[in-house]
């Protein structure tokens, strides 16, 4: 029986290196670039996918939603219901908590002007009174909302980046340090050296091997790509245009042409008010041209910040051009189009929105977008009321589908987010929304990585 001992121990001694190569190991920089913006401010405006993946290192929101769609505590160490229309938020302490109250509250005001407010409107007050004893947060419901958990999940619901607030701090130019105390546990990453750049920048410094990972890359073999959840619109104001501008604007769009020739991919077409990765495409027949009326004067706003918007609304200019319309274009800030947004001071928009991975909220969302708040006190509570999960999900599509022609917005396309890693980077995953998990991700030696060379 000793013999037998011995044996084993000696197999397992032998075969320790191999199970140390395949754990995750803690330590080590990892090298990023991205074709983002240097610095990133208020959540409820950074929310291109990209700018939510950088925003994300350094807060993040009370959970995750990983790729299956279970949910992870991050910010929160527990979401809990006392009761069945009751939401408990635990944070690791009572300063956490009192800065999401103040964040939650600030969103959701009316001066907030954001279409993100719309996923606290489930909440009691809508949202708007917020407050927090020690390290809890109490949340009653106005109405069922089964999917309040996974709405809070979404990026434009983190604080404003503090000490804490998320998986990384800020440790010098470019240079983020792990958070020990991050309440999902620390990441296995000790360091992350970022690096903004252009695509010909990302380009270079991959070949030149002197990056591990790359966000912003355009899809190909060898790309991870997130969920295409970054839903871009036509909106207009019915006031200012005529009854049939929108069949002029389906009529005249190739919606499978603008995405592949003008916008930044991964990029999918979307001719639903939610995008494919929400809803099943379907074939929809493109209208006849209305009769062509008398010329027509109209400015469209877009995000200047955003060089494929501007492709876009150049785009547009000119397919309206045979229709009648002389289109004028005004690029803008997103707070200021926000602003513009909300309060209806606008003839044309390029409205983007990143939608939540859940259909309910995501219709919560782009109703608030396209001006009809009015609307989420009548359809949400009979989504809520659906005590199934795939039930809600549902209904959602179906009311998505009912409710187009009532809501002045346009779909256009949807966007993700496109990344590489090295062969030495390990178990890099993308959760729901399509953002990637880097406090995960761990580097494995260079024997197990076949000496870190690229494919």
């Known amino acids: 029986m000793m013999i037998r001992s011995a044996l084993v121990g000696l197999v397992l001694v032998a075969s320790s290196p191999a199970l140390a190569a395949s754990r995750p190991r803690y330590g080590g920089e990892l090298r990023a670039a991205h074709a983002g913006p240097p610095e990133i401010g208020e959540p409820a405006l950074a929310d291109t996918p990209m700018e939510a993946a950088l925003l994300g290192l350094l807060t993040r929101p009370v959970c995750r939603l990983d790729a299956d769609g279970r949910l992870h505590p991050t910010l929160a160490r527990e979401l809990s219901r006392p009761v069945p229309q009751a939401l408990r938020v635990t944070l690791a302490s009572a300063a956490s908590a009192t800065a999401l109250a103040r964040a939650w509250t600030r969103l959701s005001s009316p001066e907030a002007q954001s279409p993100y407010r719309a996923l606290l409107y489930p909440l009691r007050g809508e949202g ?93 073999t060898d790309t991870l790509t997130g969920a295409a959840l970054y839903a871009t619109y036509l909106a207009y104001s019915p006031r200012k245009v005529p009854t049939d501008f929108r069949q002029a604007v ?38 006849g041209a209305p009769p062509v009326g008398a010329a027509r004067k109209v400015t469209l706003v877009y995000d200047g910040a955003l060089a494929d918007q501007r492709a876009v609304a150049e785009r547009i200019q000119v397919k309206l051009h045979d229709q009648g319309y002389t289109v004028a274009l005004e690029p803008q800030s997103r707070a200021a189009l926000r602003s513009r947004q909300a309060k209806g001071d606008f003839e044309l928009m390029l409205s983007a929105v990143l939608l939540p991975p859940v259909p309910g909220p995501a219709l919560a969302v782009v109703l608030e977008a396209g001006g009809r708040r009015d609307l989420l006190g009548v359809e949400l509570p009979p989504i809520g009321a659906l005590t199934d999960a795939g039930a809600r999900d549902a209904r959602s599509r179906e009311r998505a589908l009912a409710l187009a022609p009532s809501v002045p917005l346009i779909p256009l396309y949807a966007q993700g987010l496109g990344l590489r890693a090295a062969p030495e980077v390990t178990d890099l995953e993308l959760d729901a929304q399509g953002l990637p998990v880097l406090e995960g991700a761990w580097l494995a030696p260079a024997e197990a990585s076949g000496g870190g060379g690229r494919p």
Not at 186 to 208: I, K, S
Not at 257 to 285: E, I, Q
Request: charged share 20%; proline share 15%.
């Open 128 to 220: 708007r009174q917020v407050t927090s004893t020690g390290a809890t947060l109490e949340l009653p419901l106005a109405f069922p909302w089964p999917d309040l958990e996974r709405s809070l999940c979404h990026p434009a619901l983190a604080t404003p980046p503090a000490p804490g607030s998320g998986p990384f701090k800020a440790a010098g130019r470019g240079v983020l340090e792990a958070q020990t105390a991050w309440p999902e546990g620390r990441p296995y990453l000790d360091r992350l050296a970022l690096t903004a750049t252009d695509e010909r920048g990302l380009t270079r410094l991959w070949t030149a091997r002197q990056v591990q990972v790359e966000l912003g890359t355009p899809p190909d």
């Open 250 to 287: 389906e009529s005249a769009i190739d919606r499978e042409d603008l995405t592949r020739l003008f916008v930044k991919g991964p990029a999918v077409p979307m001719a639903n008010l939610l995008p494919p990765a929400l809803m099943p495409p379907g074939a929809r027949p493109r209208p």
